[in-house]
């Protein structure tokens, strides 16, 4: 999950426009936080995560946080890579 990024004010938009096509909540580098990406556009569109106001990427100390957090902002699921 590197390169661009999504602020988490943009993603609750494109949540609301129906815009995000895929969603996977993935360990951030191999270490213990989560992190969320999401796919916008057709096939062959890139993962892009999601992003804080002051982290590149936003990160969640469990699955139950992302959860809330999809919740929150109106996602109905997401796929997780173990």
């Known amino acids: 999950m590197i390169g661009e990024a999504i602020q988490e004010d943009v993603l609750r938009t494109l949540v609301s426009q129906h815009a995000v ?3 996977l909540v993935a360990k951030v580098d191999g ?10 556009g057709g096939s062959g569109a890139r993962w892009v995560p999601v992003r804080s106001k002051r982290e590149k990427v936003r990160t ?17 699921g ?3 890579e173990l």
């Open 31 to 40: 270490g213990p936080a989560w992190g969320l990406s999401i796919r916008l």
């Open 21 to 23: 096509r895929e969603c």
């Open 78 to 80: 997401f796929v997780v």
């Open 60 to 76: 969640w100390a469990s699955l139950t946080a992302v959860g809330r957090f999809a919740d929150g902002i109106g996602l109905r």
